[in-house]
DNA sequence: TGATGTGAAGCGGTTCACAGCC
DNA sequence: GGCTGTGAACCGCTTCACATCA
């Protein structure tokens, strides 16, 4: 185990480590070696053992993991093995989507309120979730020690909605505003932005048919 | 302008050089430097040029790039000129925000079908959009020229559902089901993952608590 | 003069290949 | 024998620095 700064890649893929082993243990297979896991979740073996050998060895030679252990171990790393409270600002359909959204609540993730600064959703429950008073939430994130906000406005609000959480003493802020925002040092911030990502593919459509074109006229 | 691979970081940037353009425009500047644009949008100016050098010689040496110019570039290089028909598969609360999304629109996207398996969905209109039986998925593709498919069922149906589009010739799809699917490889799947995204900050919160912790020994 | 376009250097992440251990 | 853990090689993306040109 080293003390060398991991990456957000590294992270990320630990997350996706930890429900590859969720869906072995649910297949009552209780040791597995990086091999078969990559074989598995088309992953490269190389890497899954050297991402989790930053953390410690966890493996045992000539055997593997234990899929029990290598579970525990990525949930603490990942602070995933204790409940965390998130709030959701922006009470729209994506916000209500994200209040109501399983995959949360099966990562010890808990969402318990909307924030919105229209009157008239103010008060309501939305996807099981109530929506409270953008302007009480500080308040609110002191009295329920939220540390996780995700950010469900509009791209022009983001950055004051971002301003607002930080003050409040949120350490890290999920974006979904298609915007790039700023945000002080030691606050982190991810932005998941949709339109870039669907830009993106459409690029690759039409490279494609661009590519189609070149065949056809050396054809 | 060369022809190597674009890899999708490059991709994405352009995305990003595109919605700041539009801000650009909308501000009424004419004319912007890659030093400018870099600064008030914290890019990299180095970054900005080389991206664009890709695909042309959009600048003016000793003035800057057209916003106007550089902004149609974009958007041909993106496709984004053109109207692209989305599908998004999945009547949930998720499915259902994505087809009201007003990003998609603003950048040419336009979603024109939902799909489900649900019975009681099938025939209702969600977020402005009809809800179809996904069995007659292929049909409808065909018929209007759906080039996107944007998955939001739950884990366990997103491998059918891909399968299921591919066979009907959709050549990119945007994936916001929490597990990694395969796809053949002149397909482009992407795949958006909140749980991962989330657990990805909720380790940087338990590595600051840790690290405040050393701080307070040290101390 | 001032900003682009770009070869070269730098850096970080991935993959290889094997020593070390069960 | 088999699989982990890891230094070294590799690769690709980013940043620098400057020749080039309006």
Redesign the interface.
């Known amino acids: 185990m080293k003390f060398e700064k ?1 990456s ?1 890649l590294t ?2 893929r ?3 480590y ?2 590859c082993l969720n869906e072995l243990a649910k297949d009552n297979i209780t040791t597995v070696s990086s091999e078969t896991m990559a074989k598995r ?2 992953l490269n073996s190389a890497q899954i053992r050297k991402d989790l050998a930053y953390f410690g060895e966890f493996g045992v030679r000539g055997v593997g993991y234990s899929v029990e252990g290598l579970r525990n171990h990525l949930m603490k ?4 093995d204790k409940k ?1 409270i ?1 709030a959701v600002i922006g009470a ?3 916000g ?3 209040a ?5 609540t ?2 010890n ?1 808990e969402v318990i309120a909307l924030f919105d600064s229209d009157k008239n959703l103010i008060g309501q429950i939305k ?1 099981g979730t109530e929506v409270f008073d953008i302007k009480d939430f500080a308040e609110i994130a002191e009295r329920d020690n939220i ?2 906000a995700v950010i469900a406005v ?1 791209a022009e609000f983001a950055q004051d909605v971002l301003n607002r959480v930080t003050k409040a003493g949120i ?4 974006n979904f505003a ?3 925002l ?1 945000v002080a040092d ?1 606050v ?1 911030l ?1 932005t ?17 048919s661009h590519t189609e074109i070149e065949l056809r006229k050396a054809a």
């Open positions: 991991i957000e992270t990320c630990l997350s996706v930890l429900r979740y088309h790393i990942l602070g995933t965390q998130v729209g359909r994506l209500t989507a994200l109501d959204y399983h995959g949360f099966q990562s993730f996807g540390e996780l509009p350490k890290a802020v999920l298609p915007i790039s700023c030691d982190k991810k998941v932005d949709v339109t870039t990502a669907l830009e993106s593919l459409s690029y690759f459509l039409s490279q494609n």
